[in-house]
């Protein structure tokens, strides 16, 4: 079983920075898959970012193209969600995602492991 634990959110102003790590308890998050999703109040949970198993690929969404980076350390079994220039709008609860057998995590259907999720609030 894949635990996933999300930490680094929190409460930044307009124009600031914050990194997520998601950290997997499980052997297997080598082979899986990873993402990144957020909700915000109200809305449907949508699609972030994503990285393939090796870390040779990544994919984000256009809202977050050019001032995300996703990236993984497959030695340490983390995921990273670098944010940079962060808005009103990016504020959500993020949840890292893991989806197995090589599938990237596009897509909620996707995903056979999702996190507890972590509050980024961002003030404008």
């Known amino acids: 079983q894949v635990q996933l634990v999300e930490s680094g959110g929190g409460l930044v102003q307009a124009g600031d920075s914050l990194r997520l790590s998601c950290a997997a308890s499980d052997r297997t998050f080598r082979g899986n898959g990873m993402g990144w999703f957020r909700q915000a109040p109200g809305k449907e949970r949508e699609f972030v970012a994503a990285i393939n198993w090796s870390g040779s690929h990544a994919y984000y969404a256009d809202s977050v193209k050019g001032r995300f980076t996703i990236a993984r350390d497959n030695a340490k079994n983390t995921v990273y969600l670098q944010m940079n220039s962060l808005k009103a709008e990016d504020t959500a609860v993020y949840y890292c995602?893991?989806?197995?057998?090589?599938?990237?995590?596009?897509?909620?259907?996707?995903?056979?492991?999702w996190g507890q999720g972590t509050q980024v609030t961002v003030s404008s």
């Open positions: 995602a893991a989806a197995s057998g090589g599938v990237l995590a596009l897509e909620p259907r996707l995903i056979n492991y």
